[in-house]
């Protein structure tokens, strides 16, 4: 079946510019998460929804980071005023999150979007 | 939160050569441990997992053990093959607060196998 796929694959922009950033989940996953991938950080997490409840906003770096889930399915990461420093692979999972006595699902990833601010 | 020691690259080996990652980390209580694996060009995926203590998850010839008592997830596989080549992620979840989802990723071990 179909993967979580991820879209643009590649971002060029300029300083202070804002991107959007789109994550398609696997299907019937009702759990997404968002991460980034950076050279100097390494892979962070950055945003997690479930469901309807409220979403898990406490790796986002800073306040021009936010993201939405619409419909419980497409969810987009939208970063303002970029900076340089945003510069890294921005990456999307899926999960079922079948909440199994406790234990993790599997987090499955798309391929990434590679954002580069000039 | 949660932190993890991964062992630092690069790593190289000549085929059919014996393959440990070592991997330790710190958490509360029962973390799910986790390997993901990144070909060059591709995204991360799913290497092996366990949930609890003492599993042992395995896939495509390698192994690693939830071993609690020791804090470690150690990847180790019999003898490589080049197809192997690629970078390997250890990732415990950070389940402080309640929460058993968000992945605390090691730093990677680049892994290069030679024919």
């Known amino acids: 079946g179909a993967g979580v796929s991820q879209s643009p694959s590649n971002k060029v922009t300029e300083k202070g510019k804002d991107v959007e950033l789109r994550c398609d989940p696997i299907s019937g996953h009702t759990a997404l998460y968002w991460y980034r991938q950076s050279l100097g950080q390494g892979l962070e997490f950055l945003i997690y929804f479930q469901g309807n409840s409220a979403p898990d906003k406490s790796g986002l770096p800073s306040d021009r980071f936010s993201a939405e889930r619409t419909g419980g399915s497409v969810s987009t990461l939208t970063i303002q005023r970029t900076q340089q420093e945003d510069s890294a692979v921005y990456l999307c999972a899926s999960s079922l999150n079948r909440r199994d006595r406790g234990r993790a699902d599997t987090q499955y990833f798309g391929p990434g979007t590679r954002l580069t601010v000039l | 939160g949660n932190s993890v020691t991964q062992m630092e690259g690069p790593v190289t080996l000549s085929e059919e050569a014996f393959l440990t990652i070592n991997c330790t980390y710190t958490?509360?209580?029962?973390?799910?441990l986790f390997w993901y694996v990144q070909y060059p060009g591709e995204g991360l995926q799913l290497l092996l997992k366990?949930?609890?203590?003492?599993d042992k998850g395995s896939n495509k010839g390698f192994e690693a053990t939830y071993r609690k008592e020791t804090t470690s997830f150690h990847l180790e596989k019999g003898s490589v093959q080049v197809s192997d080549s690629a970078v390997y992620f250890c990732a415990p979840t950070n389940n402080s607060g309640g929460s058993n989802y968000k992945l605390t990723f090691g730093k990677g071990t680049l892994l290069t196998v030679n024919p």
């Open positions: 958490a509360t209580g029962y973390p799910s």
């Open positions: 366990a949930t609890k203590a003492d």
